[in-house]
């Protein structure tokens, strides 16, 4: 079982950063891909960014690369989103994922994961 706890949203205006981090309550000896969606109202879930607590380099959306960073520390079990240059289309609710995996690529789709947080509201303004 696996607890995931999002923060660090808030309301900000365009070109501002943002830093959202999720608490991951998992085993130490399981490996795990983790990764940030996000979804727009009346829209699906998207993924933004996935990266390994292994080996393997992070992955991103075309629409956040150059301006989102995917980070973990594992000493803390703390997977962070560094958010910079946000714009207004950016503002969803931002969501924490992970899945136990041993491979090396970490998938960006919503049927992949079987863990969840609740979620942190972004809100960027023009």
């Known amino acids: 079982q696996v607890q995931l706890v999002e923060s660090g949203g808030g309301s900000v205006q365009a070109g501002g950063s943002l830093r959202l981090s999720c608490a991951a309550s998992?085993?130490?000896?399981?490996?795990?891909?983790m990764a940030w969606f996000r979804q727009f109202p009346g829209k699906e879930r998207e993924g933004v960014a996935a990266?390994?607590?292994?080996?393997?380099?992070?992955n991103y959306a075309d629409s956040v690369k150059g301006r989102f960073t995917i980070s973990q520390y594992n000493a803390n079990n703390t997977l962070y989103l560094q958010m910079n240059t946000l714009k207004p289309e950016d503002t969803a609710r931002y969501y924490c994922?992970?899945?136990?995996?041993?491979?090396?690529?970490?998938?960006?789709?919503?049927?992949?994961?079987?863990?969840w947080g609740q979620g942190t509201q972004v809100t960027v303004s023009s």
């Open positions: 998992r085993y130490a000896f399981f490996r795990y891909c």
């Open positions: 994922a992970a899945r136990v995996w041993y491979g090396d690529t970490c998938e960006r789709t919503v049927s992949w994961y079987n863990y």
């Open positions: 990266i390994s607590t292994g080996l393997g380099s992070p």
